[in-house]
């Protein structure tokens, strides 16, 4: 294999030739395109969007995946899922229609350039340092609060799907948190199997038993190719259709875009780690990462979704959980998979196929609620987890309890004012000094940045 070619701060890395293509990851991407239709309920209940116009923004969305590993970032990326229920609640905030529609532009077009911004200026890990730790916790805390209220609300997904919810739900957390099921895994071939493709065995579950409990239809299998409408989601729900926003609409956008952004901060941690973890098992072959190039590769991908097909489950750095597949995979030697670059770029070549294949789609279509809800329950499990964790001592915790429910309740404008505010007033000039984590007694695990990564396929 050829050496990736420099672009800039970027890396070209093409299938075949710059990296070795892995069929493991692509086949198991052609199955897990499930989740990415998951985001099609999103469309279709935030903006009456209809189901042809929002599977072109999904296969939009996925064409723009494939942008990270093509420009050298090794990670799997995916939506910003903590952050769907605020961005949510904000575009509630405006009447369905134009001024809906104007409200997603607005605040896609603004994460995209803040996220820019500060990836090309290597502002982003001064930025996040400067917010106190408490509003970080409670952000990330509320995040995962409001995830799991949307499932629950009145009109929430759980009541139309209980009893596939119920199932789907625990088996997934048994599964993906049970400490007797990683033993079990140890043990046991079919086990292992089922945990390394994630939530895909649940969703294929799902299909069957939905229509056992009268909750939804037997899938209409179809064959050929999918469908995506376009025209429709130009003309209707695009800049080319509605027009730009007025300016009022980016000015409110902003607390959302922030409170986001801390989220996304959050993720880009995660992949560091992830990535540390996997180079660490394997020194023959260093991993080139750097946050500043994701955070301008995300941030295009954002910039981009805003004018051309505006999506409410937004543009990530990671989909943890696949990444985490990814990585494990890689962990196992260079015969289970030549670099990190080839599984994850293998995994979403595999993923935009699926898009295309119309028998998965219409396979899964009668069960993207209940896709959606078991992705919402486990990203919120997870963002409320990682908040506590991120709290330095108890009143770091009361703090971030309060600004939680206030981001819950009121939006993210009043929890950045409440904790900000909370913050100075509680800790005063402490908030300017280093604390250790006293409520769990650890030191801060975050990885720190190393500028001198080394190509990530040299031999």
Not at 141 to 153: C, D, H, I, P, Q
Not at 373 to 398: C, F, H, K, W
Request: proline fraction near 7%; glycine fraction near 10%.
């Amino acid at each position: 294999m050829k050496r990736q070619q420099a672009l800039g701060p970027f890396r070209l890395c093409l299938p075949f030739v710059h990296y070795r293509f892995e069929w493991p990851d692509y086949c198991q991407g052609l199955a897990l395109c499930a989740v990415d239709l998951a985001a099609i309920p999103l469309m279709v209940d935030l903006l009456g969007m209809p189901f042809a116009a929002a599977l072109a923004v999904v296969i939009m969305n996925g064409v723009l995946y494939l942008t990270h590993h093509l420009l050298g970032d090794p990670v799997v990326p995916g939506w910003i899922t903590p952050a769907i229920p605020l961005l949510i609640a904000y575009c509630e905030g405006y009447d369905p229609g134009v001024a809906r529609v104007h409200a997603l532009i607005a605040f896609q077009f603004m994460l995209g350039a803040l996220s820019i911004g500060l990836g090309a200026t290597g502002l982003a890990r001064h930025v996040v340092r400067a917010v106190p730790t408490a509003l970080k916790a409670g952000i990330v805390m509320g995040a995962g609060l409001a995830a799991v209220n949307t499932v629950f609300a009145d009109d929430g997904r759980f009541w139309t799907y209980p009893v596939t919810i119920s199932i789907a739900v625990g088996l997934a957390f048994a599964m993906i948190f049970s400490r007797g099921f990683n033993a079990l895994k140890a043990r046991s071939a079919w086990a292992a199997l089922a945990g390394k493709l994630g939530i895909f065995p649940i969703i294929v579950l799902a299909i069957v038993v939905a229509p056992l409990a009268g909750e939804a239809p037997w899938p209409d299998l179809r064959f050929g190719f999918s469908q995506p409408d376009f025209v429709t989601l130009w003309a209707g729900y695009t800049v080319f259709g509605v027009g730009l926003p007025p300016a009022g609409f980016f000015l409110a956008a902003l607390p959302t875009v922030i409170a986001t952004y801390l989220v996304v901060f959050g993720d880009v941690l995660q992949s560091r780690a992830l990535l540390d973890e996997a180079a660490a098992a394997r020194p023959d072959r260093p991993i080139d990462y750097s946050p500043d190039r994701a955070h301008m590769i995300f941030g295009a991908r954002n910039a981009t979704m805003s004018v051309a097909g505006p999506d409410v489950a937004m543009c990530g750095p990671l989909w943890s959980a696949m990444h985490v597949v990814i990585v494990e995979r890689y962990k196992e030697g260079r015969k289970a998979m030549g670099s990190m670059i080839g599984g994850a770029g293998s995994f979403r070549w595999g993923t935009n196929t699926g898009l295309l294949l119309l028998p998965i789609v219409s396979l899964i279509q009668p069960i993207l609620g209940v896709a959606l809800a078991l992705t919402l329950l486990i990203q919120g499990y997870v963002s409320v987890r990682v908040g506590i964790m991120e709290a330095r001592n108890p009143t770091d915790l009361g703090i971030a309890g309060i600004t939680a429910a206030i981001l819950v309740t009121q939006g993210a404008a009043w929890a950045i004012g409440v904790g900000l505010v909370l913050s100075i007033l509680i800790h005063g000039r402490a908030l300017a000094r280093p604390m250790p984590n006293e409520l769990f007694d650890r030191p801060d695990d975050r990885p720190a940045d190393n500028e001198n990564d080394q190509d990530d396929d040299r031999r």
